[in-house]
């Protein structure tokens, strides 16, 4: 039989995008045969991994973990819904977001080389993604994660499997899981005023200086309507100072709420599931053709 080497295995990869090991085992198959290796995966996999591996990734899943005192919030993409609610895809995740609790990979390329095996697929996390795209026959990729380990206690609100939040807090846990709700619901960008972010704030005030100006008033007016747009947007976007969904007079805040509980919240994290991603537009018509037309030729 013959010797089957790295560079064989790279060499079929690099044809098939398949997992490393599929590759290893087809080419053992093939006794070496690289044509033979590479019909063989197309049989197993039905080359959905190389295919797949361009297409635009906006669906999918955000999931979390926490042990203790140390936490997590993953978002993992797929193309498409029917795909977030696959029981291995969302079995992928919840390993995801679990190892990064465990092991606080410094980035998602490092996130990608940590062990794990699953449906027969390993040994890394990128090696299994890799499988799982072969397997289902979409392509799928881990976004970013956020890890808490700070010492402070944490909730989490998954509202769905498309939004996620994770909230590091002092004091009540339901008054935290209140908040994380919250969160999920009203969407705010900063903790308090002072922490929204300063090219957010520049926008904001750019777009009010040029209604203001349109008004025609005196410049000392002007200046005051546009520092008036700027703190009334301020305490939109911020958390502490939004009204809570839940207060029962319609004008509490989240920080009035959560000093009643005797509550710090300390920061947050929100994932809505493919934001800022770009959805390409199919036209679903001509998909079916283009399928029909190339099963005809095959």
């Known amino acids: 039989m013959a010797a089957i080497t790295a560079s064989m295995v790279a060499e079929l990869r690099a044809k098939t995008d398949a997992p490393m090991m599929e590759c290893k085992k087809a080419l053992t198959e093939a006794e070496g045969n690289m044509e033979k290796a590479e019909e063989i995966l197309r049989v197993k ?40 609610k696959n029981d291995l895809f969302l079995a992928f995740c919840n390993h995801v977001a679990e190892l990064v609790v465990k092991s606080n990979p410094a980035d998602v390329a490092a996130l990608g080389e940590l062990p794990l095996s699953m449906e027969g697929f390993g040994p890394t996390v990128e090696e299994v993604r890799k499988g799982l795209i072969g397997k289902i026959g979409e392509n799928m990729s881990i976004r970013r994660f956020k890890r808490y380990s700070g010492g402070g206690q944490l909730a989490a609100y998954l509202h769905g499997v498309r939004i996620g939040v994770m909230v590091e807090f002092d004091g009540d846990a339901v008054a935290a899981k209140d908040a994380a709700m919250h969160i999920a619901a009203m969407k705010p960008v900063a903790l308090s005023g002072a922490d ?7 926008k904001e005030r750019s777009v009010a200086e040029q209604k203001a100006a349109e008004s025609g008033k005196p410049a000392d007016i002007v200046a005051k309507m546009v ?9 939109e976007v911020s958390l502490l100072d939004q009204v809570f ?10 920080g009035a709420y959560l000093k009643s509980a005797n509550t710090n919240v300390k920061g947050f994290s929100l994932y809505v599931v493919g934001e800022g991603i770009e959805k390409k537009q199919d036209d679903f018509a001509a998909e079916v053709a283009a399928q029909v037309a190339a099963a005809k030729g095959a």
Do not use: H, M, W
């Open 245 to 254: 969904v839940k207060a029962a007079d319609g004008k509490q805040t989240v």
């Open 45 to 84: 996999l039905g080359n959905k991994a190389g295919k797949a591996a361009s297409r635009i990734t906006a669906e999918g899943v955000v999931a979390s973990f926490i042990d203790g005192t140390t936490g997590a919030l993953v978002e993992i993409n797929c193309e498409t819904d029917f795909v977030s």
């Open 227 to 235: 520092e008036g747009s700027v703190q009334k947007y301020l305490k």
């Open 196 to 202: 929204v972010p300063a090219d957010l704030i520049a």
